[in-house]
């Protein structure tokens, strides 16, 4: 369109100049004229076309320059690790050896009629404790007043009850050794030539220096 815009400018301005020129002009000046209007429209043909080719030339360039390549979105894949169960170790039981203890002995007063048994049994609180004596009758409150919560923290206990038929005899105990499946007590029985004829009822109270006893725990007696 710029083009033939120029071509015509060109033609009018030849024409507009031809016309406006005296008759009495030659022919030879009207060929002159002719060929300058040629020459003026050839130019600006020439101007025009090297303008659009310049256009031309910068919209390729921006168009070159502003075009982006495509972005990439891939990710890599994900990698899942196995889950890992965990195996707890299974409880161990308390350590094989002798334990350091304090033994004390309370007699207690029993009707004669009432049988007494010897039990032993592992105490690790002292609601445990209450328990392990609610049987026995005529135990008084500074027998077990020793053996609080805070007590058991750092120690435990072990509660043996012992019938005799005279108060004469004696109760020594010998060793605490804790075994695979709980613990082993050892009580030497002191009987004199020279005895009383009283019936005894005994608790034998063994504090522990540990807390590897449980309350539960197996307790196996031997009186020798």
């Known amino acids: 369109m710029r083009r033939l815009t120029a071509i015509a400018l060109a033609i009018g301005i030849a024409l507009f100049t031809a016309c406006g020129r005296q008759p009495a002009q030659t022919e030879t000046t009207q060929a002159a004229a002719s060929q300058r209007a040629a020459d003026i429209a050839q130019t600006v043909l020439t101007e025009t076309e090297q303008t659009v080719s310049e256009t031309q030339t910068e919209t390729q360039t921006v168009t070159a320059t502003t075009t982006q390549p495509p972005v990439t979105t891939t990710q890599p894949p994900v990698t899942m690790t196995p889950h890992t169960s965990l195996t707890l170790p299974d409880p161990q039981p308390p350590e094989v050896g002798s334990a350091a203890f304090t033994a004390r002995r309370v007699r207690v007063n029993r009707e004669y009629d009432q049988k007494f048994e010897t039990t032993a049994v ?3 609180s002292r ?7 609610a049987a026995v009758r005529n135990v008084l409150p500074d027998d077990i007043a020793a053996y609080t919560d805070a007590w058991f923290t750092t120690h435990r206990l072990i509660v043996i009850t012992l019938q005799e038929s005279s108060g004469s005899v004696r109760h020594d105990v010998r060793s605490v050794a804790y075994t695979t499946d709980g613990v082993q007590v050892t009580v030497k029985r002191s009987v004199p030539d020279v005895q009383t004829c009283d019936v005894a009822h005994w608790l034998l109270f063994i504090e522990l220096d540990d807390t590897r006893l449980r309350g539960g725990d197996p307790v196996a007696v031997t009186v020798q």
């Open 122 to 124: 592992a105490v690790e």
């Open 127 to 133: 609601a445990q404790l209450r328990d392990a004596v």
